[in-house]
C-alpha cells in the first residue's frame, strides 16, 4: 500500500518542483521585462521659488511633490521651450521646439480661434508612440492644443480624456463657459467639485484600472493658473496669511500637493512605484503680479525670455532605477521627457523624428557624463535666448510680466545681452561688451539653430481678441 502510494509522489516531487522553478523564472523574467508606467505631473504657471523642496520661498508646504525630489533627481537648470502655456505644451508632446512646426503662441479663447489652429496633424505626439508601444494612455486636465475635433486628446494618442481643451478654466463651475467646457472624452459633464481634486481623481482611477498593464498618464493641472479659486478646506490652512489673494493661491497650490499626493499615494499601493517613471514640471514661471506665484531669485515672469519665464520647477523620480534624493545642475528641458519616456519604455527613437528633446535616462544614471545638451534655444516673438553652459544670451522684454505690447516682426540678435547664469543668477549684470567673444559665439549659436525654425502659424493673443469673449469667464486667452 504504500509502496504504491509513494511511488507516483516520488515521481511527481522532480516534476513539480521544475514546474514551480519554470514559473518562478517566467515570473521574474516577466517583472524584469515589464514596461515602466509613465507620469507626467504638469503643474500651470507654478512660479521657481514655490515649492519646499526648490528651497526659495518656504510658505505653503508641498510634501507630496518635495517627495518626488526626495526618491529622485531634481533639476536647478530645468527649463520649458516656451515662456507661455501652449508652446511649452507642444514642445512637450512632440519632443520638438514648437518654432519647427509654427507653434510660437498660443490659440486663442474658443470664440475667436480658427478651426486650423492647434497641435500641428504633422507632428506625432508622446501619446502616438507610447499608445504604438503597448501602453494605456490618460490625460487629465487642460489640453490648450486647440479646439477643433482633430485636435482633441482623443485623436492624439489618448485613450481616455477628461479635462478642458482652452488654456483656463474656472475651478468650481464645470460649465461656467460654454465655449471651453469640462469635457469627459468628448462630452460635457453636468457637475465638478474642484477641477485639482477632479483631475487627480480620474487620474488614480485610470492607475487603479490599468494596475496590470503598462500605462502613460499625463496630468496637466490648470492649478496654479487664474482665476484664483479655492475651497474653505484648502483656505483654512492658511490663516495666517492676511493677504487674500495670497492666502487663495497658497490654497490652489496645496490643493495641487494633495492631488499629486493621492496619484504618488496609488501608486505605491499598487506596489508599482519601481516600476513608475515620474515627471513633474511647470508649464512656465510665475506670473508674480497676477496670481503671486514667485520665482525666487530669478528675474521676469511668464511670457518673457528672462529665466522667471523659462527656468522652472523640474524633477523625475524612478525608484530602484536613478538615483535618489540627488540634485543636478546640467540644463535640461521639457522636450527631453517624451524621449526619456520612449527610451524607458524601450521605444528605438528614429533620427527622421528629428527629435530635439535628449533621452535623459543614462545622464541620470551615470552612464553618459556631461551634458545633455550643447545648447537650448529659445524664440517668443521679437525674444529670444540660448543657453549654453553657463551662459545665456538673451533679449528679453519689459519687467511687468504678462504683457502683449510686442511689435510685431521678426526676431533678431541685435542688441541681445549677455549673462553668467552660475555667477548672476538674476541677470543683473550684462557681460556682453566685456566679452565680445563669447557673445559672438552664442549669437551664431542662436542664428544657427533660428534657420531651422518657420515664421509663428498664428499670431500672439490680442488684447481685443479677449475682450471679444465678453463678461462671463474669460477661457482659451492664457
Ligand atoms: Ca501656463
Redesign the pocket.
Known amino acids: 500500500m504504500n509502496h504504491k502510494l509513494l511511488n507516483p509522489l516520488r515521481l511527481a516531487s522532480p516534476w513539480l518542483l521544475l514546474f514551480t522553478l519554470l514559473f518562478c523564472a517566467a515570473a521574474v523574467a516577466g517583472a524584469a521585462t515589464r514596461k515602466p508606467n509613465i507620469l507626467v505631473i504638469l503643474a500651470?504657471?507654478l512660479g521657481y521659488g514655490e515649492l519646499g523642496c526648490q528651497g526659495y520661498t518656504q510658505q505653503i508646504p508641498t510634501p507630496n511633490i518635495d517627495s518626488i525630489v526626495k526618491n529622485g533627481v531634481r533639476f536647478t537648470s530645468g527649463y520649458v521651450s516656451g515662456p507661455?502655456?501652449s508652446p511649452?505644451r507642444a514642445g512637450f508632446m512632440t519632443g520638438r521646439y514648437q518654432q519647427r512646426f509654427g507653434h510660437e503662441f498660443n490659440p486663442g479663447p474658443a470664440q475667436t480661434t480658427p478651426d486650423t489652429v492647434g497641435l500641428s496633424l504633422k507632428e506625432t505626439t508622446i501619446g502616438d508612440r507610447l499608445k504604438a508601444a503597448g501602453y494605456a494612455t490618460g490625460w487629465f486636465g487642460k489640453s490648450h492644443l486647440g479646439y477643433a475635433p482633430q485636435f482633441h486628446p482623443l485623436k492624439r494618442g489618448f485613450d481616455e480624456y477628461f479635462g478642458f481643451l482652452g488654456?483656463m478654466h474656472d475651478y468650481l463651475d464645470a460649465a461656467g463657459d460654454v465655449n471651453n467646457p469640462i469635457l469627459r472624452g468628448t462630452a460635457p459633464v453636468a457637475s465638478l467639485d474642484y477641477t485639482t481634486d477632479a483631475f487627480g481623481r480620474e487620474a488614480v482611477n485610470f492607475i487603479e484600472k490599468h494596475r496590470t498593464e503598462p500605462w502613460f498618464v499625463y496630468l496637466p493641472f490648470n492649478a496654479v493658473?487664474a482665476p484664483l479659486e479655492s475651497l474653505e478646506k484648502y483656505l483654512s490652512r492658511f490663516a495666517n496669511i492676511a493677504d487674500t489673494k495670497r492666502r487663495t493661491y497658497a490654497a490652489m497650490q496645496s490643493a495641487m500637493d494633495d492631488a499629486i499626493g493621492t496619484v504618488l499615494n496609488k501608486i505605491r499601493e499598487c506596489k508599482l512605484e519601481e516600476d513608475t517613471l515620474i515627471f513633474f514640471f511647470?508649464?512656465?514661471g510665475g506670473p508674480t503680479a497676477q496670481t503671486t506665484s514667485a520665482n525666487g531669485p530669478l528675474r521676469g515672469f511668464?511670457s518673457q525670455t528672462w529665466e522667471g519665464g523659462i527656468r522652472v520647477a523640474w524633477m523625475v523620480q524612478w525608484k530602484g532605477r536613478i538615483p535618489a534624493g540627488k540634485v543636478d545642475h546640467r540644463p535640461v528641458i521639457q522636450l527631453d521627457i517624451h524621449p526619456t519616456a520612449l527610451a524607458a519604455a524601450g521605444v528605438a527613437i528614429k533620427p527622421e523624428w528629428k527629435l530635439d528633446g535628449v533621452n535623459l535616462l543614462p545622464y541620470l544614471t551615470g552612464e553618459k557624463s556631461g551634458a545633455p545638451h550643447e545648447a537650448l534655444f529659445w524664440r517668443f516673438g521679437q525674444q529670444i535666448a540660448l543657453r549654453m553652459g553657463d551662459w545665456k544670451l538673451v533679449k528679453g522684454a519689459g519687467s511687468k510680466g504678462i504683457e502683449r505690447s510686442d511689435p510685431l516682426g521678426k526676431a533678431s540678435t541685435a542688441g541681445a545681452e549677455l549673462y553668467n547664469l552660475k555667477q548672476d543668477i538674476g541677470e543683473k549684470e550684462n557681460l556682453a561688451e566685456k566679452n565680445p567673444e563669447k557673445l559672438k559665439e552664442l549669437t551664431a549659436a542662436w542664428e544657427k539653430l533660428n534657420s531651422e525654425m518657420i515664421d509663428p502659424l498664428w499670431g500672439r493673443n490680442s488684447g481685443a481678441a479677449e475682450k471679444k469673449v465678453g463678461k462671463k469667464r474669460k477661457t482659451g486667452a492664457?
Do not use: I, W
Open positions: 500651470d504657471d507661455y502655456c511649452t488654456g493658473h511647470s508649464d512656465n511668464k492664457e
